[in-house]
């Protein structure tokens, strides 16, 4: 019976070479593969095993990692979630991660190059791999005034420093807790996320950035900023400002805010129509320069520009091919003109900054684990947007707006503020929006802001009552005025 | 002789010039001692690794376990070397890595599991590793007591018919009503006293024994009488029968037990038995024919088994349902790559019964591929021993018991782990000495003291006369 039994050993090591060669072709081949595919828990765990890097506001550690001592190791904790939840996003086991979790992923789990050394060093050493550390460029007391001004309106807030384009602020309101997105329990975070996809007021939208609102009156500066650019236009020249304006070609007619004419005579200055915010007289202005000069000039100031904090921020619009009466109300923010607070801010920053527009940016500098600094951002321009003369002209006109016309709220005294109050209709029966746009000190600025307030409500509000007193806040917050 | 007592030379010296007549073969059982505390060794820095790894300490309750299956294998190594003292070296040595290696993973799955219930603020389960070693202590009790009360395994063939008649008992008593237990759709388990059993794995090992017996009566009938058919010499039908009946068992086990894995085992392990012993290879092809057909039907007729070729050909076709358990398995496997996370740093609980039927995957993931072929060779090693034991012995009946039990074993390990890693179609089978669950480890050392007490006579002197010389020298030395 010998050979029969040979024979059956043979046939069981073929068997036992087809499992090696299976188990072979699974644990190698076919690895990469099965890590990849989504609903393997395994990749994703083995993240929670790092300690990732921190993400830091001045010195505070806005989200940092906790050992939780179950065997996911780290748990992300945000200090103050709701407060910086526009720009730390979140870390979550469900949905991935946003923000700053997303866009310095790698720096935050020290899988990025600039961390190679350090890696290695951690090798030999025998210890876990530690995630860098990103310093963000948010001044926390500018960030905590614009939450608290913002209290529970639905509306953004971003503030920047001109001379470099540092983001200074960007809150958000409705926001949310990145904690409870990043816990560690599944059924907890989709309740939480489920509630606030379903709420109306979307708190999940990153608004500083993405928001995209009619900017209204806040839009008379690019319109302004276009109008010394042609040369033809002074901040006294004249301009007709009655109490209605009929939009050409048709019998439709747009009425100042306060239904009233913009001076007695009908004829305005440049510089009253911008400080007491008259609608007739820009609507004409709008089609004096035309689509083509607001849009290059919109252009400069970076409208259809989509800018990377790295976050990735919203492109603002100027209609592409708007008739005269389109062109008129485009020119009062109004019509298919749409931008971001952070657009706004720009605009802003942009006219303080003489003229030059720097690229904004959130990250001010990566750190490895020894605290040693990897990368610095440098400012860099985006564009020379208007010529120092024009720029300081403009600021001169939006200090103006502050001391003499719409703008009285945001007041400092001993400080110049120049400003720009806006309103915006967004349709029939729809909310308004309101909007202020400023930066103090005038001659230096430190600090330019913009805030949008949304489903502003009643048809009284405004710019001014709603807007402007954030904005102080916040200037008052950087200048650490009290 | 006189001079041996004067000459001063050691005593070993002069007994090797003595021995060395043919009749005097070396045991071995030294070696296998110390295989067996390089097993025992291997299974305490597991455990320490694990404790380390997941932060759970060495407690005095692991220290006292690592020290009890010391004390088992120690006493299994004594009763080998007092009653079966030319055993094969290696039987001892491997099955009990095995099953330390299961311990092992068990208990690493004990940990995952208290560790994710501390998470999910549920009620810790209660480690299985303590029931698994309460099970070892049992099965090493079996063990002993076949190899003192089955002196001689030649006196097994004459319960022949006897044990073919427990064998189906034990794969018909789960069907019975009041001890009959489903488990997971299959009907394995009989519970009394509210301990559950697997008379199947039982079963195996009578069934295996009654198939040699069987054999070793029939073989002559079954191997000469033909009739050719398109040149291919085939048994009459009253020969064929037998496997008929082993046939139609199969499928009942099958239908009525829902249980594909032990179904394929005993037809496997008959068919194979059939044409060792009666050497034609015509016995293969009715067995391979019968299967196919049986296969067939089965897939067209139950929807358990189509649901089970479906997940085998498209896992990820519903990877979160009946893919689940098929499709977390190759994760785990894929997770370890070629040398594994290493012990206590995987997450083999996220594959759904991890420490029975997907044992494997989890020794995948935390051993990676380079303790997988590892495994599988010492299975290997293992069967071909027992193989090799088949081949050594003289009598027709232990031939065919040895050849049978590693068949067992090495189907077990083919339908089990081809199943996990997507090889063949899964079915619910353990893996041997790996899995935790008391009927198959006690089954699973029955069959090893088995193979020990065949191999001790395979390799035992024919007749052992001790020669003049010795005699003389030992009376010397006691002088």
């Known amino acids: ?482 | 002789m006189p001079d041996h007592a004067n000459s001063g030379m050691p005593w070993g010296t002069k007994l090797m010039a003595f021995t060395s007549v043919p009749t005097r073969q070396p045991n071995r059982r030294t070696t296998e001692l110390l295989l067996v505390i390089g097993a025992w060794i291997l299974g305490v820095a597991g455990t320490m690794q694990i404790a380390w790894a997941t932060g759970e300490g060495m407690t005095p309750r692991l220290w006292i376990t690592v020290v009890i299956v010391g004390i088992l294998a120690g006493a299994m190594h004594v009763a080998v070397r007092l009653t079966a003292e030319y055993a094969d070296p290696l039987f001892l040595p491997l099955a009990t890595l095995l099953t330390i290696l299961g311990l092992v993973m068990i208990y690493r799955i004990d940990v995952a599991s208290a560790l994710r219930a501390a998470r999910n603020s549920a009620p810790v389960p209660t480690p299985d590793v303590y029931a698994q070693l309460t099970w070892f202590t049992v099965a090493v009790v079996l063990f002993i007591a076949v190899l003192v009360l089955v002196r001689d395994h030649r006196r097994l063939q004459r319960f022949t018919y006897t044990f073919g008649l427990i064998g189906l008992l034990g794969l018909l008593l789960p069907l019975l009503p009041v001890i009959g237990n489903t488990v997971n759709g299959a009907t394995l388990w009989i519970r009394v006293f509210g301990l559950s059993f697997q008379p199947a794995e039982a079963s195996k090992i009578f069934l295996t024994i009654f198939f040699a017996g069987y054999l070793v009566m029939k073989r002559d009938s079954l191997a000469l009488v033909r009739t050719k058919v398109f040149g291919v010499g085939f048994p009459r039908p009253k020969d064929v029968g037998p496997l008929f009946v082993a046939w139609i068992i199969s499928l009942g086990v099958l239908i009525f037990q829902r249980d594909l894995g032990t179904s394929l085992l005993f037809f496997g392990l008959f068919v194979v038995m059939l044409y060792i012993a009666t050497q034609r290879r015509s016995w293969l092809i009715i067995g391979a024919s019968l299967f196919s057909v049986g296969a067939i039907l089965a897939y067209f007729a139950f929807g358990h088994v189509r649901l089970r070729v479906d997940i085998w050909w498209d896992p990820w076709g519903d990877a979160n349902n009946t893919g689940y358990q098929l499709v977390q398995s190759l994760y785990g496997f894929a997770s370890g790559g070629l040398f594994g996370s290493g012990l206590g740093q995987g997450f083999p609980e996220f594959v759904p019964f991890a420490n029975t039927d997907f044992i494997v995957a989890a020794i995948g993931e935390e051993l990676g591929l380079v303790g997988m072929c590892a495994l599988l060779l010492f299975f290997g090693i293992l069967i071909e021993r027992g193989l090799r034991t088949a081949i050594a012995v003289r009598d027709s009946f232990g031939q065919l018991l040895a050849v049978g039990l590693s068949i067992v074993l090495a189907l077990q390990l083919f339908v089990i782990v081809g199943g996990v890693t997507r090889l063949i179609p899964l079915t619910g089978l353990t893996t041997p000495f790996l899995s935790y669950g008391g009927s198959s480890l006690v089954a699973n050392w029955v069959i090893i003291a088995l193979l020990i007490r065949i191999s001790d006579r395979a390799r035992r002197p024919d007749v052992f006369v001790p020669s003049v010389d010795e005699a003389f020298t030992q009376v010397v030395r006691r002088v």
């Open chain 1, 1 to 482: 019976m010998n050979r029969p039994i040979r024979r059956i050993g043979a046939v069981l090591a073929i068997l036992l070479l087809a499992m090696i060669a299976n188990v072979t072709y699974v644990q190698v081949f076919k690895a990469a593969d099965y890590r990849e595919r989504p609903g393997n828990q395994r990749q994703l765990l083995a993240q929670y095993d790092r300690e990732r890097g921190p993400i830091v506001a001045v010195t505070d550690a806005v989200a940092r990692s906790m050992e939780t001592g179950d065997s996911l190791r780290y748990e992300r904790v945000y200090s103050n979630g709701p407060l910086y939840a526009p720009i730390t996003g979140f870390d979550s086991l469900v949905y991935g991660k946003t923000g700053l979790e997303r866009t310095e992923n790698k720096i935050l789990n020290g899988s990025s190059d600039l961390l190679f050394v350090d890696r290695t060093k951690q090798l030999f050493a025998g210890r876990q791999v530690q995630g860098g550390s990103v310093i963000t460029t948010i001044n926390p007391d500018a960030q905590f005034a614009a939450f608290q001004g913002l209290g529970t309106k639905v509306g953004s807030v971003v503030a920047i420093e001109p001379s470099t384009g540092k983001i200074l602020a960007s809150v958000q309101s409705p926001s949310f807790d990145p904690n409870l997105l990043s816990s560690h329990n599944p059924a907890s975070i989709r309740t939480y996320y489920e509630k606030l996809t379903a709420d109306p007021k979307k708190p999940l939208l990153n608004r500083p950035i993405v928001g995209l609102n009619p900017p209204g009156s806040t839009f008379k500066l690019v319109v302004t900023a276009a109008a010394l650019a042609s040369g033809r236009f002074t901040p006294d020249s004249l301009l007709p400002g009655p109490k209605t304006y009929r939009l050409p070609n048709t019998t439709t007619y747009l009425n100042n805010w306060n239904r009233k004419a913009c001076s007695p005579t009908g004829m305005v200055s440049l510089r009253s129509a911008l400080a007491m915010s008259c609608n007739t007289a820009f609507a004409w202005l709008g089609n004096e320069l035309g689509a083509d000069a607001l849009r290059k000039q919109a252009q400069l100031m970076g409208f259809d520009t989509r800018f990377e904090l790295p976050l990735r921020a919203a492109r603002s619009t100027f209609p592409a091919d708007p008739d005269a009466p389109q062109t008129s109300l485009s020119a009062i923010g109004q019509f298919e003109v749409r931008a971001t607070a952070l657009q706004m801010a720009m605009v802003g920053a942009a006219i303080g900054n003489k003229g030059a527009l720097m690229n904004p940016f959130m990250v001010q500098e990566v750190r490895g684990p020894d605290l040693s600094i990897l990368r610095t951002t440098q400012p860099s321009i985006f564009n020379q947007a208007m010529t120092v003369t024009d720029a300081a002209i403009e600021t001169e006109m939006m200090v103006n707006v502050v001391k003499n016309g719409t703008g009285s709220n945001a007041r400092i005294s001993g400080i110049d503020v120049a400003g720009k109050t806006g309103t915006a209709q967004t349709g029939n029966d729809r909310p308004s929006v309101a909007w202020f746009v400023a930066f103090a000190p005038a001659n230096n600025p430190k600090v330019a802001v913009a805030v949008c307030i949304e489903q502003a409500g009643a048809a009284e509000i405004s710019g001014n009552g709603l807007a402007a007193p954030i904005a102080k806040k916040v200037i008052q917050a950087v200048l650490k005025l009290s």
